[in-house]
């Protein structure tokens, strides 16, 4: 889980969420997936309070390697046949609400 104030966070790094996870999916998955993203720091899980389901929150060392992560994974399925997860830039504040939930 999430602690605050566990990793020293660059006063402009950058957040995405990861929406549209499965339920099962896991947080080695999740780092898998973007670990190999140009500035990749963390990945951990949240709860989208609005669908109360799984949400990756990822943490860039830019703004510009997240961008950059986003079209690298545009169009990922999680699994076969699944629909392609979003991927959205988020604030500081909202990634540490979804973590806190």
Do not use: I
């Amino acid at each position: 889980g999430y602690v605050p104030g566990r990793s020293k966070a660059a006063s402009n790094s950058c957040w995405l969420g990861v929406y549209g996870l499965a339920d099962d999916a896991t947080s080695r998955e999740l780092h898998v997936l973007f670990s190999g993203c140009t500035g990749y720091l963390q990945a951990d899980f949240g709860l989208d309070e609005r669908t109360q389901r799984p949400l990756g929150v990822v943490r860039f060392d830019r703004t510009e390697n997240a961008a950059l992560a986003v079209q690298a994974r545009k169009g990922t399925t999680w699994a076969a046949g699944d629909r392609p997860v979003q991927l959205d830039m988020l604030s500081t504040e909202m990634a540490t609400k979804f973590l806190a939930a």
